[in-house]
C-alpha cells in the first residue's frame, strides 16, 4: 500500500496550490481519506478528511473557506485545493487513509496509512 503525495511548491502569500494524494496497493473508494500538515517543530496536525462517497468532508476551522478537500475514487486520488494561502500555512502536508472505525479523524493516531509528504512554501 503506498500513498503518493504531490503538488507542493513555493507560493507568494495570497496563492493557491493543489496538492494530489494517489493511491496505490490497494482501493481505498469505501475508506475515509484526509490530509494533515507539519510545521517544523510542530506537531502533525489535522487538516481535512472526507468520507467514502465525498459526501461527508470535515475541516479544521481555522481553514475552513480555504481549503477544499475532494476524491476521485475512480482514479483513487484524494485532492486538497488550498487558496489565499499564508506563511503560516508552510508545512510539510501528508496524506492519509483509512479511518479505524467510526473514530475521530483529527486524531492522526486513527488513521491507518499514511503518504511520504510534499512541501508547502508560502513566502510574504
Known amino acids: 500500500v503506498q500513498l503518493q503525495a504531490s503538488g507542493g511548491g513555493l507560493v507568494q502569500a495570497g496563492g493557491s496550490l493543489r496538492l494530489s494524494c494517489a493511491a496505490s496497493?490497494?482501493?481505498?473508494?469505501?475508506?475515509?481519506m484526509g490530509w494533515f500538515r507539519q510545521a517544523p517543530g510542530e506537531e502533525r496536525e489535522f487538516v481535512a478528511a472526507?468520507?467514502?462517497?465525498?459526501?461527508?468532508?470535515y475541516y479544521t476551522d481555522s481553514l475552513k473557506g480555504r481549503f477544499t478537500i475532494s476524491r476521485d475514487n475512480a482514479k483513487n486520488m484524494v485532492y486538497l485545493q488550498m487558496t489565499s494561502l499564508k506563511p503560516e500555512d508552510t508545512a510539510v502536508y501528508y496524506c492519509?487513509?483509512?479511518?479505524?472505525?467510526?473514530?475521530?479523524?483529527?486524531?492522526?493516531?486513527?488513521?491507518?496509512?499514511w503518504g511520504q509528504g510534499t512541501q508547502v512554501t508560502v513566502s510574504s
Open positions: 492519509a487513509a483509512r479511518l479505524y472505525g467510526s473514530n475521530s479523524p483529527v486524531d492522526k493516531n486513527n488513521w491507518g496509512h
Open positions: 496497493g490497494r482501493t481505498f473508494s469505501s475508506d475515509w
Open positions: 472526507i468520507g467514502w462517497g465525498g459526501g461527508a468532508t
